[in-house]
């Protein structure tokens, strides 16, 4: 058998090949290889040998190699026609024109041929998962060998209704159920990131029991990363120069119980990463680069570039510079939090 998990929803084909590994008896014959950088022929021979003490062997590829600079789907690397023979290394000359045994690396392309054409003459015995964080088009290789041969499931990051209703439909299984506003909320500022949606429902309906109800204010209290996001609506506010509101979200923060000191350090962590954000859009990177560089989750990193567009260098880093002071006044108990955290929205960014 053969499956093929691909899509962008990288979370969703994860928890499915959990369930893939659950349905077969494969005892000690589980290998998983990473597609990106494990010799295809090693793969091949993995798959063609017969399980040892068991009724199946399983095979999992993770990944695919990257596509070489100028290659195209179309291109399929002449290497061999069958790569499952000890002639797929094929020998180059070295420096006196002796031959050496460097193997010649496969493309993209070929790597995705060779595999499908190997899954038409497997082991009845042996199932192998294919998982690839990307979408394949319907052209591919390993896509006709799917639907030939085996099963395929593609996965796509839900947006607007459809994150909202796979909050839902996550919280029933957790056997707990979820507001309306607490659903619009976690979908608001987490996004379609599901692997940290999931973390954080499993916290929230730990928290609330089964049969019970998450709340909004559950969520706000209980989940840093939309408190952090909140923190970023304040940043967010500053960088437009609206104190008023700044101060509203402020107070609103210490209301709920914020502790200054947190509430000051994590902007301090926002401010600072406005500072990198700029000096790699200054360079030329766009949003996908940048959230990859400084390890910011996407929308984070989309934000952070519409804010920046407010301030001059010079302003994050006073900015930066009045944050430290902030926060060395409040451990020394010059000021009082709610006074300290004041005179900072009034004087940000000037």
């Given at each position: 058998m053969f499956?093929l998990?691909?899509g962008?929803d990288?979370f969703?084909s994860?928890e499915?090949l959990?369930q893939l590994?659950?349905l ?9 290889f ?6 295809l022929k090693t793969?091949?021979?993995t798959?063609?040998?017969l399980?040892?003490l068991?009724?199946q062997?399983l095979v999992?590829?993770?990944g ?9 789907a ?13 002639d797929?290394?094929?020998p180059v ?11 010649t690396?496969?493309t993209?392309?070929?790597?995705e041929?060779d ?8 082991p009845?015995?042996t ?5 690839v964080e990307?979408?394949l ?7 006709k060998?799917?639907e ?8 796509a ?7 909202e209703s ?9 056997e707990?159920k979820i507001a ?10 987490i996004?379609?990131?599901l692997?940290?949606?999931a973390?954080?429902l499993d916290?929230l309906a730990t928290?609330?029991g089964?049969?019970g109800t ?5 969520v ?9 996001a909140?923190i970023?609506d304040?940043?967010d506010?500053?960088?437009?120069r609206n104190r008023?509101q ?5 107070h ?7 502790p200054?000191l947190k ?10 990463s406005l500072m990198l954000v700029?000096?790699l859009a200054?360079?030329?990177m766009r ?11 996407p929308?984070i990193?989309?934000k952070?570039l ?5 301030f001059?260098?010079a ?5 930066y510079r ?7 006044a409040?451990?020394r108990s010059r ?10 929205v009034?004087q940000?960014g000037?």
């Amino acid at each position: 058998m053969f499956y093929l998990l691909h899509g962008e929803d990288e979370f969703t084909s994860r928890e499915q090949l959990k369930q893939l590994k659950q349905l077969g008896d494969f005892g000690f014959n589980q290998d998983t290889f990473s597609g990106t950088d494990t010799d295809l022929k090693t793969i091949l021979i993995t798959c063609t040998t017969l399980p040892f003490l068991s009724e199946q062997r399983l095979v999992v590829v993770s990944g695919l190699p990257k596509k070489k600079r100028g290659e195209t789907a179309k291109q399929a690397d002449p290497v061999t026609e069958n790569p499952a023979k000890e002639d797929m290394a094929r020998p180059v000359k070295g420096k006196k024109g002796k031959k050496t045994s460097k193997t010649t690396a496969l493309t993209r392309a070929g790597f995705e041929k060779d595999l499908a054409e190997m899954v038409a003459t497997m082991p009845t015995e042996t199932v192998l998962i294919v998982l690839v964080e990307e979408p394949l088009e319907a052209s591919n290789p390993l896509v006709k060998a799917a639907e030939k041969y085996g099963k395929m499931y593609q996965s796509a990051l839900p947006k607007g209704n459809a994150l909202e209703s796979w909050i839902t439909k996550r919280a029933k299984s957790l056997e707990v159920k979820i507001a309306s506003d607490a659903n619009s909320l976690l979908a608001n500022f987490i996004g379609n990131n599901l692997r940290l949606l999931a973390n954080e429902l499993d916290k929230l309906a730990t928290y609330v029991g089964k049969g019970g109800t998450i709340s909004i204010e559950d969520v706000r209290q209980l989940s840093a990363q939309v408190q952090e996001a909140r923190i970023f609506d304040l940043t967010d506010a500053l960088a437009q120069r609206n104190r008023k509101q700044a101060l509203n979200i402020l107070h609103d923060l210490l209301a709920d119980g914020e502790p200054p000191l947190k509430l000051i350090s994590t902007i301090t962590t926002q401010v600072r990463s406005l500072m990198l954000v700029k000096e790699l859009a200054q360079k030329g990177m766009r949003g996908p680069q940048i959230a990859s560089t400084l390890g910011l989750a996407p929308f984070i990193a989309e934000k952070s570039l519409r804010q920046v567009g407010n301030f001059q260098p010079a302003q994050l880093e006073n900015t930066y510079r009045q944050l430290l002071a902030t926060d060395a006044a409040l451990k020394r108990s010059r000021l009082t939090p709610e006074m300290a955290l004041d005179l900072l929205v009034i004087q940000f960014g000037s």
